[in-house]
């Protein structure tokens, strides 16, 4: 079992950033790709990021890429999610995930085993 625990989200005016974490406990942090989805009210989960188990490769949604960063910490089992230039459109309840059971198809939601609790991202115009 793995579990994760979200932290950094909060409300930020468009144009900001915020950095979200990812606490990871239980089973072998480093053996697992991590990753990020989202969810706004009414809509379904999106795939915002995701980062290789050996932290080589990383993959973006398109409507965050070049605004958004991911990255990994594997001594302190944390995983990041540097959130620039944000817009409006942004607010999400955003989703940890780990342990991807067919990594090409990365962005379905239903290929993740582990989920957070989530995080409320809420960006003012």
């Known amino acids: 079992q793995v579990q994760l625990v979200e932290s950094g989200g909060g409300l930020v005016q468009a144009g900001g950033s915020l950095r979200l974490s990812c606490a990871a406990s239980?089973?072998?942090?480093?053996?697992?790709?991590m990753g990020w989805f989202r969810q706004a009210p009414g809509k379904e989960r999106e795939f915002v990021a995701t980062?290789?188990?050996?932290?080589?490769?990383?993959y973006y949604g398109d409507s965050v890429k070049g605004r958004f960063t991911i990255s990994s910490d594997i001594a302190k089992n944390t995983v990041y999610l540097q959130m620039n230039s944000l817009k409006p459109e942004d607010t999400a309840v955003y989703y940890c995930?780990?342990?991807?059971?067919?990594?090409?198809?990365?962005?379905?939601?239903?290929?993740?085993?582990?989920w957070g609790q989530g995080t409320q991202v809420t960006v003012s115009s």
């Open positions: 995930v780990a342990d991807c059971s067919q990594y090409s198809d990365y962005r379905r939601s239903i290929r993740w085993n582990y």
């Open positions: 239980g089973r072998t942090f480093s053996n697992y790709a």
């Open positions: 980062i290789s188990w050996t932290g080589v490769s990383t």
